[in-house]
């Protein structure tokens, strides 16, 4: 059985940085793409940036030039390095994954508050 096991998240001043991470286990097949998702109170889900096997990126414009998203396949870990921080970030982060004949799971999610 596939699990996600997310950390990094917490309370921060606007301008601060936080570093999330996921670590991927259980499963036979190998990890594709990787990602994360977060969801504000009130809104729908949104991504926030993706990242490939390969290691291109994608990422939603309002995160571009602050947050960095890299992967550890050795240890199957996602990682998201968010810089600059801002209050509209404040949100529920969600790790992804796609797994190849497998399919896409997610973990529980971390919660990222950013102060004013």
């Known amino acids: 059985q596939v699990q996600l096991v997310e950390s990094g998240g917490g309370l921060v001043q606007a301008g601060g940085s936080l570093r999330l991470s996921c670590a991927a286990s259980?499963?036979?097949?190998?990890?594709?793409?990787m990602g994360w998702y977060r969801q504000a109170p009130g809104k729908q889900r949104e991504l926030v940036a993706l990242?490939?096997?390969?290691?291109?990126?994608n990422y939603a414009d309002s995160v571009k030039g602050r947050f960095t998203i890299s992967r550890e396949n050795a240890k199957n870990t996602v990682y998201l390095q968010m810089n600059s921080l801002k209050p509209e970030d404040t949100a529920v982060y969600y790790c992804?994954?796609?797994?190849?004949?497998?399919?896409?799971?997610w973990g529980q999610g971390t919660q990222v508050t950013v102060s004013s």
């Open positions: 992804t994954v796609h797994i190849v004949l497998s399919g896409t799971y």
């Open positions: 990242i490939t096997s390969g290691g291109s990126t």
């Open positions: 259980g499963s036979r097949f190998s990890i594709n793409d």
